[in-house]
């Protein structure tokens, strides 16, 4: 079974207008964490935002936030004002466990996110 | 903040050569490095987890001795793909990790075997 679900292949949005990217994980673990990485074409991975599984607030960095919903095992990305520079492959993650040096991190298939001018 | 530096970026080699990816850390002492492999438009897979001083620890179904890892040091994590063929044509990426949050990429690596 996956472990981490995106159900959005790909998008196309209107520059400056606010896009919700899905992501639902599986775990039995009450301990995790989940994390929203961009890749842009030249391949690098760009962390954008990180939510523990105990945090009580969501999570937000700038125009990234991410709506944690615990019970429904959802963890999407919401980027606001989005821009042609967001043009790009999108990708959740989930560590499961308690933080440690020798963990792991599993990916979503991805979304590919298109800002149209 | 924390960098991973990983080279090549790219790499173009012929069939049945072997190729070696280095991954270092800068600033900072990686005990572990994870090494993915993403085939295009496709997710990132770890392939093995490398832990300084050790042996590496591979996922079911990548083979051991095809993909060499060597972990000798503190700051520097390789992966090296022998006898490699057109079917290991892909793109290779580091990871390292730092605290409860972070985890730091290399630029990571196109491998292209002709």
């Known amino acids: 079974a996956q472990k981490i679900t995106q159900t959005q292949p790909g998008m196309f949005v209107q520059e400056k207008e606010a896009v919700t990217l899905d992501c639902t994980y599986d775990t039995s673990d009450p301990s995790y964490g989940l994390f929203w990485y961009k890749q842009p074409s030249s391949g690098e991975m760009i962390f954008l935002i990180y939510?523990?599984?105990?945090?009580?607030q969501n999570a937000t960095e700038g125009r990234y936030s991410l709506n944690f919903q615990k019970a429904r095992k959802s963890a999407n990305l919401v980027i606001s004002a989005s821009q042609l520079g967001d043009s790009a492959m999108y990708f959740c993650?989930?560590?499961?466990?308690?933080?440690?040096?020798?963990?792991?991190?599993?990916f979503g298939k991805g979304t590919r996110l298109h800002i149209l001018p | 903040g924390a960098v991973v530096s990983q080279h090549p970026s790219r790499v173009i080699c012929k069939s049945g050569t072997s190729v070696k990816i280095e991954c270092r850390s800068l600033d900072f002492q990686a005990t572990t490095m994870f090494w993915y492999r993403q085939f295009p438009k496709q997710s990132l897979m770890l392939m093995a987890t490398s832990n300084e001083g050790s042996k590496a620890t591979y996922e079911q179904g990548v083979e051991k001795d095809k993909f060499l890892i060597n972990h000798a040091s503190l700051t520097l994590s390789t992966l090296t793909v022998t006898s490699a063929h057109p079917e290991d044509s892909s793109f290779y990426i580091c990871?390292?990790?730092?605290?409860?949050?972070?985890?730091?990429f290399g630029q990571g690596t196109r491998l292209t075997v002709v």
């Open positions: 939510q523990g599984s105990y945090d009580q």
């Open positions: 993650a989930m560590r499961e466990g308690p933080m440690n040096r020798d963990d792991k991190i599993i």
């Open positions: 990871r390292s990790v730092i605290g409860v949050s972070e985890a730091f």
